[in-house]
């Protein structure tokens, strides 16, 4: 089961949705058609994000399901991939593991599922993660101070909620090089560095805040090199804004891990930023970037703390006037009624099956342009609806992938 169970908000009913290019049954564009006979300057190229759901409940657990090509999720969640044909793809929720990485590549996303075309992935990246890193600390304020692994109360004094180091992890595969000399990551920036941090008051001791990274997993700023343009994949995974108390900690950590982003793009608000390296800084102005994970906060429902999406959504550097959607996601609504039936927002553009009871499903998932260098051609959320015969993918809970949706834009360079 995904961490990402319950919680958050959605965008309003009267968003601009442009050209919707919905992504079902054999109607998925692949990459040689985006990429053939196509007139005037630029590259199109297909940037998505997928919760895959493929992390483990012990260390190891995912090497060894995906040293072997029969893991049934592991098959199932390679298809939509291979049915989306992404360029470029986030997968959140992806166990810390250097060689899991290769054995998903080489074993499910090189080998057809089900009549799918393989992907291959020449390039990917994968780093180290602040889930399961033992803190020191009795950071969830129980009187105990948990540094065992898999213990009981582990992960919440952990860096980032996890049973071991590096679960819920993430990894990009890319079409494109990733010029991983010029990457950035940002798994060791303080929360307490942050202007304006919402910091639960009194909650942490000056000790925890040393120590305490703003990222639950990790910010990673990747160059895509796409033809002689340069695109900035960047991604994340904030924490859950739920699993606390009324100092409501994850739902502060994610408002401002979602709001780094918004800062690292916007000109001479990211100067006080730095890197792995030591480097300073936001991304250089001018730059093409897209923002893509599962930021774990929807614009108008669940549990996040007002205003988080919109840090995003509303930031005048990044384009949202496309939003992908599905035809999947209203049928589910309808059908599954509860919480559903309460939200405020067109349940086209949800991109997880959250529980019915609370919050109901969300827009929880994103792919975000610059405004600067590239131009939206379409997109949209794999979520079939139920007379679609790839509606065996998704299902219903349990489901036989994951709770989330891979969500995808076609975007054009400049």
């Known amino acids: 089961m995904s961490l990402t169970f319950a919680r958050l908000p959605r965008m309003a009913a009267g968003a601009a949705i442009a050209t919707i290019v919905l992504l079902s049954g054999s109607s998925a564009a692949t990459a040689g058609d985006r990429h053939g006979g196509h007139s005037g300057s630029g590259e199109s190229v297909r940037f998505a994000t997928f919760n895959a759901s493929l992390n483990r409940g012990v260390a190891g657990q995912l090497r060894a399901d995906l040293s072997t090509p029969d893991n049934a999720q592991a098959r199932v969640i390679a298809e939509i991939i291979q049915r989306a044909a992404p360029d470029v793809v986030l997968i959140n929720e992806f166990d810390y593991d250097p060689r899991a ?81 010029d990457a950035r990551t940002f798994q060791n920036f303080k929360w307490k560095d942050m202007p304006g941090a919402l910091l639960p008051d009194g909650f942490y001791s000056a000790d925890e805040l040393r120590v305490l990274p703003l990222s639950s997993k990790s910010h990673w700023d990747l160059p895509i090199e796409i033809g002689k343009r340069t695109v900035h994949f960047l991604v994340s995974h904030p924490t859950p804004p739920v699993f606390d108390g009324p100092e409501d900690r994850n739902g502060r950590r ?72 599905s035809a999947g996601a209203p049928e589910a609504a309808t059908l599954q009624g509860g919480a559903n039936a309460t939200h405020r927002s067109d349940p086209r553009f949800d991109t997880a099956d959250f529980a019915d009871t609370a919050p109901g499903n969300l827009r929880a998932d994103y792919v975000l342009p610059s405004r600067q260098g590239l131009s939206i051609r379409g997109g949209g959320v794999f979520w079939p609806a139920q007379s679609d015969p790839l509606f065996r993918l998704t299902g219903v809970f349990p489901f036989p992938s994951s709770d989330h949706r891979l969500v995808w834009l076609d975007l054009r360079t400049k």
Request: glycine letters at 14%; hydrophobic letters at 35%; zero cysteines.
């Open 254 to 325: 994610n408002f401002d891990e979602i709001g780094f982003w918004s800062d690292y793009v916007t000109p001479g608000k990211g100067k006080y930023i730095y890197d792995d390296r030591g480097r300073r800084g936001g991304i250089k102005p001018g730059s093409s970037f897209v923002i893509a994970g599962d930021q774990n906060s929807d614009p108008l429902d669940g549990d996040s703390i007002s205003g988080a999406a919109q840090q995003l959504l509303d930031n005048r550097w990044i384009d949202d006037a496309f939003a992908p959607s």
């Open 101 to 181: 990485a290769e054995l998903f590549r080489d074993n499910y996303l090189a080998v057809g599922q089900n009549g799918a075309q393989p992907v291959r992935y020449p390039y990917h990246f994968i780093a180290p993660s602040n889930t399961g890193i033992a803190s020191g600390f009795d950071l969830n304020n129980d009187g105990n101070v948990v540094t065992t692994p898999g213990a009981a109360g582990y992960g919440d004094d952990a860096l980032g909620f996890g049973a071991f180091p590096g679960q819920f992890g993430m990894v990009v595969y890319s079409r494109f090089p990733i010029d991983k000399r």
